[in-house]
């Protein structure tokens, strides 16, 4: 029989091998599988739910939560549709950015300027150590507290380095930590909204979810574009969200392999280039339809569910406590809710700001394995001088991250938490824009039609390009006055 043909762009032509089987589609097998929503659902909840959806909610109400239901029924498509190269593939969806033209220099460039604009800014590093300082002293840290909050960043960073030296694959000592850091927040989150929020609170706050096209006259659209972006994984985080799938096992991901962790990680070779499958060849497509119901399960259900449950308890908290019309800054909402509910028991200002520590470090934590991972896939799938080192994938990964940490040691001292935060945030918006297009080319350039997005998919992909592309031209409008809204 003739090898199964397919364009493949600007690199290496892709191995062959059949579809690995997935596990029978039960309730048990369900729970095994499933896992990278939960690192993703731990980095969505930091930037965007816990400090941009009160920052917006107290400045403006709780009407532009439509904004988050849109913003996160697209990134569940955009995730899934990274996802579907993924499986179909082995590689990353930056494996297949780089065979498209003009080749994979150019997109490596590319996509490493934006992982370093876009999220190569520590505000989650800034931000998780000042929630953890009010924790521990019981005041929001000032001018005076400087050096303590600078130590205790670099803290937060010598924990990520930590973390991630552990776990066999660094993907599966992610997710372990991640289920921790989400349990935590989720039962916390919800203690604190039925004790402090009143039941009409909880119904005014669930209809905003629904306030389709409602802006405010004079809006911020530099907080409201990061809003936008930060309600779900904020572009290239969703990007790399295919990453850890990859590395879970998820259809041809399992044939390709992994990045093993430093420690304990056992002898894993990821391939030089990704391996594909013929869909005219024996159970292929239905094993395909098999691994599409487990990532339905991880990114709709668990992630997008995940984004949206968060954001609605982190808003419903802020709404039931700050005063309507109180502009935030920084950790402003974390620190007026704590010192509304230590007025009723004082351990809630530490239990408050501590779980706005975890909520901040696991965002940070996953950001930094997603950047870092970003580089390794780059230099891994479009270079060939690391391939015949022994080890080498695991090499790239650890000095990029140890350079990535030094360097958010430098960073965390240039600005506030906030400001790096919105700086990660607009960019990403724009990446956004980028890449829904890039994933509509990909999907015709190289996969074959028994896989490929239907129209609809497709259709999804443009209006999120359109979305993400309104905010950013208000931002523009608004900051050169050639666009009054």
Not at 362 to 385: N, Y
Not at 408 to 414: D, P, R, S
Request: hydrophobic share 55%; glycine share 12%.
């Amino acid at each position: 029989m003739a090898e199964f043909k397919v364009d493949h762009g600007k690199m290496a032509d892709f191995g062959r091998a059949d579809l690995p089987a997935p596990p029978p589609f039960t309730k048990s097998n369900i729970m095994a599988v499933i896992g990278p929503g939960t690192i993703a659902l731990s980095m969505s909840i930091g930037s965007g739910e816990w400090l941009m959806g009160p920052a917006v909610a107290s400045q403006y109400g709780t009407a532009l939560l439509w904004v988050t239901t849109v913003a996160v029924i697209l990134q569940v498509v955009f995730n899934q549709e990274c996802a579907r190269y993924v499986m179909y593939t082995g590689e990353t969806a930056y494996g297949g950015f780089m065979r498209l033209a003009p080749g994979p220099m150019f997109w490596a460039v590319v996509i490493i300027l934006i992982a370093f604009f876009g999220s190569g800014w520590p505000g989650w590093a800034a931000a998780s150590a000042s929630a953890l300082f009010a924790a521990i002293f019981g005041h929001i840290p000032g001018a005076p507290d400087r050096g303590a909050m600078i130590a205790l960043g670099y803290l937060s960073f010598a924990l990520t380095f930590a973390v991630l030296l552990f776990g066999g694959t660094v993907e599966r000592g992610l997710e372990k930590i991640s289920t921790f850091i989400v349990i935590w927040i989720a039962v916390l989150l919800l203690v604190f909204n039925l004790l402090f929020v009143s039941a009409g609170i909880w119904w005014k706050t669930f209809t905003g979810l629904f306030q389709f096209g409602y802006f405010p006259k004079g809006a911020d659209w530099v907080l409201l574009g990061g809003f936008a972006a930060y309600s779900g994984a904020g572009g290239l985080g969703n990007v790399w969200t295919a990453s850890w799938i990859r590395d879970k096992g998820f259809g041809m991901g399992s044939i390709v392999g992994a990045i093993p962790s430093a420690v304990g990680g056992r002898e894993i070779v990821l391939s030089k280039n990704g391996s594909i499958f013929d869909p005219a060849k024996g159970n292929n497509m239905s094993a395909w339809k098999t691994w599409w119901k487990y990532l339905h399960m991880d990114q709709a259900v668990l992630w997008g569910g995940g984004c949206i449950v968060g954001m609605y308890l982190c808003v419903l908290l802020g709404a039931g406590i700050i005063p309507q019309g109180t502009k935030l800054t920084g950790l402003g909402a974390g620190a007026y809710q704590a010192e509304y509910m230590a007025k009723v028991w004082g351990p809630f200002w530490f239990l408050s700001l501590f779980t706005g520590f975890w909520i901040l470090w696991g965002t940070q934590l996953a950001v930094v394995d997603g950047v870092v991972r970003t580089v390794t896939d780059i230099i891994w799938t479009g270079t060939t001088w690391c391939h015949d080192r022994k080890n080498g994938q695991r090499i790239i990964y650890y000095t990029a991250l140890a350079a990535f940490c030094i360097w958010g040691c430098i960073a965390i001292n240039l600005a506030a938490p906030m400001v790096l935060l919105l700086i990660n945030a607009n960019v990403s918006g724009a990446t956004f824009v980028l890449c829904s297009i890039l994933l509509i080319v990909m999907n015709y350039k190289f996969l074959p039609p028994q896989v490929r997005a239907p129209l609809w998919r497709e259709l999804v992909l443009v209006a999120m390009a359109l979305f993400y592309g309104f905010f950013m031209l208000a931002l523009i409008g608004k900051q050169t006055g050639w666009w009054s809204f």
